[in-house]
């Protein structure tokens, strides 16, 4: 079998909890990083085109097989975790899920109005005041006292997101870490399965770790 591909640009942003996903499941994949828009529209105007597979070509996408490929990167997420076990066991876990990956992509979204903000500390100060407090608060008090933010056994791809969310969240507010203890052990946790730790400390090879949530792009 073919190995799968994830197309994305070579920083973190979208495709970062992809990546780790796709670590944690262990499964063989190419992970194919842009570096311009000349090259992408290059590989999607061709060889992707010509496959007729992705029928929403955009980035982030993943090629699963001759005749499978998923795009939007949410989608994506969800279809590596249920497709290899950590979708969530029951009803109540996946929709737990589901829920953090929303909040989640809330977080994001008020990172990305820092980022793109004219006057950057004005806009992080502001941020981290509003959406971001209250979305941390929230999944501090969501975690509880549970080791895995759905609640089952093993983590989900929720925890995942958080791991690499949480991140970028520290990096806006370091004072962050400290606020959210549960949410910051959660991190600690998930960075200490075994596939995790290997990815993270990898810095060679055709799948290096991208260790910084900020790039030269500003957004990543």
């Not at 925890?159 to 600690?188: N, Q, T, V």
């Not at 075994?194 to 990898?202: D, N, T």
């Amino acid at each position: 079998m073919p190995k799968m591909e994830l197309g994305y640009w070579g920083i973190r942003g979208l495709a970062n909890p992809l990546r780790l996903a796709l670590e944690y499941a262990g499964v063989d994949y190419t992970d194919r990083r842009f570096s311009s828009s000349a090259e992408w529209h290059a590989h999607r105007d061709g060889p992707l085109a010509a496959d007729g597979l992705v029928d929403f070509p955009s980035l982030p996408y993943l090629v699963v097989d001759e005749k499978t490929a998923v795009s939007q990167s949410r989608v994506i997420l969800r279809f590596i975790a249920e497709r290899h076990g950590f979708g969530g066991e029951s009803e109540a876990e996946r929709t737990a899920a589901a829920m953090v990956q929303e909040e989640a992509a809330d977080l994001n979204s008020a990172y990305l109005k820092v980022a793109l903000a004219s006057d950057t500390e004005a806009a992080r100060k502001e941020q981290v005041a509003g959406p971001i407090t209250t979305h941390l608060g929230r999944l501090e008090a969501f975690l509880g006292e549970k080791e895995w933010i759905a609640g089952g056994a093993k983590p989900t791809y929720a925890d995942l997101i958080l791991f690499d969310i949480l991140e970028w969240m520290w990096h806006l507010d370091s004072e962050l870490k400290g606020a959210y203890p549960k949410l910051c052990a959660l991190r600690k946790r998930v960075g200490e399965l075994p596939a995790i730790a290997a990815y993270v400390k990898r810095t060679d090879g055709d799948k290096p770790y991208i260790s910084r949530p900020f790039t030269p792009f500003k957004v990543g």
